[in-house]
């Protein structure tokens, strides 16, 4: 899917191959090794600084991602992502923080990643290059229509991640291609390719750097618009939150009060003791205690209302 031209890259010197971007030399960091440390560090912020303009030039790809991804969910599919390397432990770790953020369940948000859970904290040599792996784990999550599949690969080419989507495309599913580079293959497997091009890193070819900045910032838009679209909060409120510890507990506490006050700006703040009380009596639930509270409902009734309202609070609170 193509939305718009993408801008060409320049460095010093001239433009690059911007299908090889990620392994090009990069001309302003080539004396690096022997700069002062203040220098050194400041080199690297400057280099940061072209990483948000390079995902903003990626913005109609990712919303048109966001909407297919939420419309796959909404009917009951799952988000996958799929990647080696640091690019894996991106979307291991996006996925992980879905389940306390949004309530939902880790099967909900998936993040698979070359070589298994060894390859979160050390290299695995080679599983990278396997593509036959990549087919098998799409295979052994039984992925099919109306799941969505994100291939990330800073790349575009990782062996690995190409077998996953070209096995997930068989299967129906909707296929994302997040990478670095463009054109790519990746790109050649997907509905929809997103490609913010950093340009070359400080150190060449560590795409830890700037690469992985950018897939981060994609993946967190990307799970948190669906989240948001899917009725996970309320405003700008973590109203699906799963309160499992005590700094999680005052939250929850915290966005009762926020969303009694945002409703009803005039009216006296919720004290502790009521707040307490009805989230107690919704057992926890922040989204029940707050229609309870704000439809002047019971408990009961306001799960009922969310189930009808599919979850969602405000349509809940209007009945």
Do not use: W
């Amino acid at each position: 899917m193509r939305l718009r031209p993408r801008r060409a890259v320049e460095v010093r010197g001239g433009r690059v191959d911007t299908s090889r971007l990620t392994e090009a030399s990069n001309p302003a960091t080539r004396d690096i090794d022997v700069l002062p440390t203040l220098e050194m560090v400041r080199l690297m912020n400057a280099e940061d600084s072209k990483v948000a303009a390079a995902v903003a030039d990626e913005l109609p790809q990712i919303a048109a991602a966001i909407e297919a991804v939420a419309e796959r969910m909404g009917r009951g599919g799952r988000l996958v992502y799929v990647g080696a390397g640091t690019s894996g432990r991106l979307g291991v770790l996006d996925a992980s923080e879905c389940p306390p953020t949004f309530g939902i369940s880790h099967e909900k948000v998936v993040g698979v990643i070359a070589g298994g859970s060894r390859a979160l904290t050390r290299a695995v040599e080679r599983a990278e290059d396997n593509a036959e792996d990549g087919v098998a784990q799409i295979a052994a999550l039984r992925i099919n229509e109306r799941d969505a599949v994100v291939g990330v690969a800073a790349s575009g080419r990782t062996p690995f991640v190409l077998g996953a989507m070209e096995e997930a495309r068989k299967r129906g599913a909707l296929v994302i291609s997040l990478a670095c580079n463009h054109p790519a293959p990746m790109e050649a497997l997907a509905d929809i390719a997103i490609a913010p091009l950093v340009g070359p890193e400080v150190i060449t070819g560590s795409t830890r750097l700037k690469a992985g900045t950018a897939q981060k910032m994609v993946l967190n838009m990307l799970s948190t618009a669906v989240m948001v679209k899917l009725g996970k909060t309320f405003g700008n409120l973590m109203v699906d939150m799963q309160a499992t510890n005590a700094k999680l507990v005052a939250r929850a506490r915290r966005v009762i009060a926020q969303a009694y006050a945002m409703v009803r700006p005039e009216a006296p703040p919720l004290s502790e003791e009521d707040i307490t009380r009805t989230l107690a009596q919704c057992d926890g639930e922040v989204k029940t205690a707050i229609v309870s509270l704000l439809a002047g409902v019971s408990p009961e009734e306001a799960r009922k209302r969310l189930k009808a309202a599919g979850g969602v609070v405000r349509r809940a609170i209007e009945g």
